[in-house]
Structures are given as C-alpha cells and as structure tokens.
C-alpha cells in the first residue's frame, strides 16, 4: 500500500514533467509538430545588413517561412552576405526575387522580407538573391532628411 | 603455539599506522577456529582496528592478515565481498541497525539481498533467528523503539541470518547495566557452542569476557602484551598484564599524557 | 617563508586529493548503477524523496518568480512602449537562465542538504560499515540510487519550474497589467527556439543535477562521523554546489549563447 503511493507520486511527478515538457515545445517556443523538415539555403548580399542576426526571421507577405543561418561579409564588395535557409516547400522562388531587409516596429526585431518576382525560372538551392535593398539605418534617414531640407 | 590449520585467522608482522601514531608495531595473532577469542587492553590501544583490519576495511602498512588462508589483501573487491558475505559477521557498539527499517526487515536484510528465497522461507529465518535472541515478539518495532541492549540484540540476529563461520563482537559489553551484560554473555556462548562458530570479543570488561573466553589476547603500546587462557593470564608475570588485569592506575601504562617535566612547565609559563 | 610555502604546497595536494578520492567515488558508485538488483524499489523511495518531495518548494518559487519577472519588466518595458514584449523577456530570462540556476540552487538546498545529513548519519551510525560487513556494497545500495535519483529529478523539476514560472508571468501580465493576451504569446513564441533556447537550458540542468548530487553524496560519504562533521558536511554541499551551480552557469552561458 505504501510502496503504491510512493510510485503513484513518482508516477505523477514524471508525467507532470513530461507536460511541462510539451508546455514549454508548443506553447513557448511555438514548435509546430511538423519541425525538423527539410531546407534549402539561399543567399543574399546586402550593402549594409544592419543590425540582422542569426536566427532571424525569413518572411514572404509577412509568413515566416526560414531563419538567417549565417551572416559573413564578402571581401571583394564590401557586402554582407546572409545565408538563409528556407523551408523546402517554399521552393518557388523566381531568380528576379528582391529580399529587403525590415524592421517589426519602430525598434522591433530585424527581419528579412523576399517579394517574389515573375520571371520564369525558380532559384535553385546555394543559389543568390541579387536584388536587395538594404537596412534602413536611421542616422542615414536622419542625414538625408536634414539634406533634403537644407537643399529646399 | 597450535597447528596452523586450526587457526581460522592468522596474522602476521602487522603493522599499522594513523597518521603518526603507531597502532600496531609488528604484532602477531592466531585466531583458533571454533572458540571465543578475546582481544582486550587499555581504550584507544587498536583494538576496533583490529577487527577493521580483519574485516578488511582498512589496509595494513605491512603484514599479512590470512583468513582461512587466503591473505585478505590480494583479493578483488568482489572477492572481498563474497568472503564478507559468507564467512564473517561483524557486530558493531551501536548495534547499527538500518533505522529506516523494522526489527524483521533488519534481519531480513542480508536474506533479501543475498538469496532469492521465497517470502515464507525468510520468514521462517527470520523468525529462528529473532527467536535465538529473544526478540521474536519485538519484530514490529523501529530501532529507534528499542533499548541499548535490544538494539544489539537485533543487530547479532541480523549477524547470524547468514550463518556466518566467524563472528567479530566489537565491545559488545559497553554500556549494559548488568543484566543486559549476563544477556549478552550467555548468548555469545551459547552461539559459540551451538553453530559451532569461532567468535572474536574485543572488550575491556575482564570479568565478562574472562568467563567465555577460551583465549585472551591483551595488546598495548602496538604490541601483543600477553596471550593465553584466562587463569593464566591472571598469573602472568608482564607489569603490563597485570596492571590491566587489576586496573592499576599507574604502571607501564602511565596515568599522565606524555608532557614536559612538570616543574619545567610551570616554571615556563611564567617567564613567557 | 619556507614553511609558508610548505603549507600552501600541503593544502594544494589535501585539495587534490580529496577531488581524487571524490572522482574515484563518482565513479564506483556510476559503476554500481546499472548492476545494483532488486534496486526498482531504491530508486522509487529516492525519486520520491528527491524529487516528489522538491515539487512544492519548486513550484511556489516558481510562481513568484514568473509574477515578479512580469512585473518588473513591465514597469521596464513600459517606459519604450515596449510592454508587449513582456511575454518574450520573460520566457527567455526563465528558460534560459533563471530556471536552471534557481531551480538547482533550490534544490542544493531542499535535496542536497538532506542527502548529506542522511547519508552522514547513515555514516556516523555505522549503517554504511555494517552493510559493508553484510556484504552489501553501500555505493551500490545507498550511494547509487541517490545519485541517479538526482540525475533524473532536477531537469524535471526544471521544466516544471519554468511552466509555472510562465503561467505566473501569464497572470501577472495579462490579467492584471492588461497586456494583449495574443501578442504575450506571439512575442514568446517568436522570441523562444526550442532547439537552442529550451534544450540549452535543459542541458544546463542536466550539468547542474550532476554536479549537486555529486557534491551532495560525497560530502555525506566524505563526512565526519560526529554530529558536528554532519553539520560541517551540510553547510559545505549547499555553498558548493551553490558556487559550482553558479560558476558554471557562466561558463556554459559564454560556450551556448556567447556566439563566439
């Protein structure tokens, strides 16, 4: 009869540990069940990245779609390169895509956004993105506002 | 001395020290198979140690410690373990009875962890060996409900559950008012006589352990002071003998902790 | 000067020497894991012990962390009009950081504590030397399932932990300080990766149990065998499990999140 409750207690504390196990995968971290599939990677150079990091959001029309998995500059151009790796179902790219780099809010998180162009051919994987815009950097806005407004 | 084969235990050149303090100084001992051997001297003179030594708990500096022949030493620790096991039971001052268990689960213990016997047959132990030391009707209790002398009891009825070839007693007389003494002596006897088990006693109550022993051994200063039965013991010539034996306060065994000259000192501590 | 240098050269090889005699012992009683028999019902009573009988300190201090983590990064985030990150501030602090620490110092001190004294007392009343002369190894019997217990209970009381520290965050926040309750849960979300932020934390506690049961057991086996050397032994598991729980969480801090 002890020995019973000894194990019930144990019984429950594993299972409540196991709960909170999922608690914290579904309702924390937002893992969705069907995780782990497979990417592909792409690239993009910026002229200023600004602020990105890893583990950043890729996004289309707002839909997180991929992660910044790497973040190196490229000696010759003195750009950025980011490397993305996009979830393989999304792989309907066309090679005119642009990738902007955004802001969530005004001092929100660093996002990359890629609008689909329509051309006829798809990227492929390791393949770049060339056409990019880059993050805004606010002392720039600032400097080209005051310019703007001097020149007036 | 007596034929090697008789002596369950023989020890030889044995040498052990705590620190700097030297606890045994090449001492020798044959413990004869079948009988009480009593271990005796002055407190702190190593003879708990001894019973660790021979337990193999603790490691000699040098010397040998042969156990029915095999040197206790040069085996493995499972080997260790399967002789502990089997041949020897070691009952401890305090009786050290698991508290977290009761009097029957005490003795059950050493059945459940070693054999598989079905419940009713470690029952049946169980109770024999409750019965022998006249605990049966106290299975129920804790240790923490027993006396002194009961909990010692309980703890050499765990002792035996294995049938042990050797029990070692340490002190088993220390602090019993005289009945739970008479108790005790008489089951140690008794066992003795009925298992036909070597026993070891170490102690330092003369008169108790004298009447069962068949051999004493009194060590002192790391060394074996005297051996022999009981009557002659009483008769040896060694100062140091017989100022254990008729508790002298001062003798080769001196009263004072070994100090500077006395005048010495308290002249000392006044010039600093 | 010489005998200065004398002493500092003796206390390095006691240091030394009891880190040895401790590892070997670590790993005698790992040894012992897997063989000790009949051990299910062991490791029941000590999972209880450890573990069940931790949950209600775990769980209050939980709750009035995740509630104080809200409040304060409130009264933070608010002065930006930042206050719906809330969710995501406090899901990180707690699955990074302030679960694993507090909960392993918690439990140093509510397990750690009480292992110790047990096994000293076990110790001073020569339990562990008179199961050695029955033949039982007490590293297999005693030492073994209370080390595996803590293995296993501290990175569930971890998770435990965090929930609840979450849902008092939760509450805190969006029933009382009126945060939309969409966007507390969309910012933690999004904040929170369960492959580096929550498995991080699970691996700090895995690190952390390891070490407090370590310390835990051997401080009782190491202990001695008087009432005060039980004394000593206690005080000396919690303030070193305390400093090695929050040494390390420095160090393995810089080597997961230090993006070198």
Redo the contacts between chains.
């Keep these: 009869m002890q020995?019973r409750m000894?194990?019930a207690?144990?019984g429950?504390?594993?299972l409540?540990?196991i709960?909170?196990?999922t608690?914290?995968?579904l309702?924390?971290?937002?893992?969705t069940l069907s995780?782990g599939q497979e990417t592909y990677t792409l690239y993009a150079a910026f002229e200023n990245i600004g602020g990105l990091t890893?583990?950043s959001?890729v996004t289309v029309a707002g839909v997180?779609i991929g992660r910044v998995t790497d973040i190196t500059l490229d000696k010759n151009r003195f750009a950025g390169v980011v490397e993305m790796e996009i979830q393989a179902e999304y792989n309907e790219f066309t090679t005119d895509s642009t990738a902007a780099i955004l802001t969530a809010g005004l001092?929100g998180e660093k996002y990359i956004g890629i609008v689909p162009g329509a051309d006829e051919e798809f990227l492929k994987d390791g393949e770049v993105i060339n056409d990019t815009q880059s993050a805004i950097v606010l002392e720039e806005l600032i400097g080209r506002f005051l310019f703007n407004k001097a020149n007036n | 001395m007596t034929d090697e084969s008789d002596n369950i235990i023989v020890i030889r050149d044995l040498c052990f020290k705590r620190g700097e303090h030297v606890i045994f100084d090449h001492a020798d001992f044959d413990i004869p198979r079948g009988k009480v051997t009593a271990i005796m001297g002055p407190s702190g003179c190593g003879k708990t140690t001894l019973l660790r030594l021979i337990g193999g708990q603790l490691k000699p500096d040098s010397g040998s410690i042969l156990f029915d022949g095999q040197d206790l030493f040069k085996l493995s620790r499972n080997d260790l373990y399967e002789l502990r096991r089997t041949k020897m039971g070691m009952l401890f001052q305090s009786g050290a009875l698991f508290t977290n268990l009761s009097v029957y689960e005490n003795v059950a213990f050493p059945l459940r962890e070693h054999t598989n016997l079905p419940e009713a047959m470690i029952r049946d132990i169980v109770l024999i060996k409750l019965q022998a030391v006249g605990l049966r009707g106290a299975r129920d209790l804790m240790p923490n409900e027993l006396s002194g002398g009961m909990n010692r009891r309980a703890a050499l009825a765990r002792t035996i559950a294995l049938d042990p070839e050797m029990i070692m007693y340490d002190e088993p007389f220390a602090g019993q008012d005289p009945i739970g003494m008479g108790v005790l002596t008489e089951l140690i006897s008794l066992l003795n006589k009925s298992l036909g088990l070597t026993s070891i006693v170490v102690s330092h109550d003369i008169h108790e352990t004298a009447s069962i022993a068949d051999k004493i051994y009194v060590i002192a200063q790391g060394k074996v002071a005297g051996e022999g039965v009981p009557e002659r013991l009483m008769e040896d010539n060694s100062q140091l003998v017989q100022q254990f034996m008729n508790g002298l306060p001062d003798g080769p065994i001196p009263f004072h902790y070994p100090a500077q000259d006395y005048f010495d000192d308290m002249m000392g501590s006044i010039e600093s | 000067m010489i005998e200065r240098l004398r002493i500092l050269g003796r206390s390095g090889l006691d240091i030394l020497a009891i880190q040895g005699r401790s590892a070997i012992f670590v790993v005698q009683s790992l040894y012992g894991i897997p063989s000790f028999r009949k051990g299910g019902?062991l490791l029941?009573?000590q999972?209880?012990a450890v573990?069940?009988l931790s949950?209600p300190i775990i769980v209050v201090s939980g709750m009035f962390i995740g509630m104080v983590l809200s409040l304060q990064g409130y009264t933070i985030l608010v002065k930006?009009g930042?206050e719906q990150s809330v969710g995501q501030m406090l899901?990180l602090s707690l699955?990074r950081e302030l679960g694993p620490v507090v909960t392993a110092l918690l439990f140093a001190g509510r397990a750690g504590s009480s292992l110790t004294a047990e096994i000293g007392l076990m110790k001073a009343t020569e339990q562990l030397t008179s199961m050695e002369m029955l033949g039982v190894d007490p590293l297999r019997y005693v030492i073994a399932p209370r080390l595996l217990a803590g293995f296993i209970?501290m990175?569930?009381?971890m998770?435990?932990f965090?929930?609840v520290g979450?849902w008092g965050g939760y509450l805190v926040a969006v029933d009382w300080l009126d945060i939309y309750e969409g966007s507390f849960?969309a910012n933690?979300?999004?904040a929170?990766?369960?492959d580096?932020?929550?498995m991080n934390g699970i691996i700090k506690s895995i690190v952390f149990a390891f070490v407090i049961a370590w310390i835990a057991v051997f401080q009782g086996y190491d202990a001695k065998p008087t009432s005060e050397g039980i004394g000593v032994a206690t005080t000396k598991t919690v303030v070193y499990s305390s400093l090695a729980v929050l040494g390390l969480d420095f160090v393995l801090t810089a080597i997961m999140f230090g993006?070198f």
Aim: no cysteine.
């Design positions: 020995i000894l194990e207690g144990v429950l504390f594993m409540a540990g709960i909170s196990l608690v914290l995968a309702n924390v971290s937002g893992l995780s890893k583990r959001k997180t001092l | 019902r029941m009573e999972l209880y573990g069940v949950l930006f930042a899901s699955v209970t990175p569930i009381l998770l435990i965090n929930v979450i849960w933690m979300q999004s929170t990766s369960f580096e932020d929550v993006d």
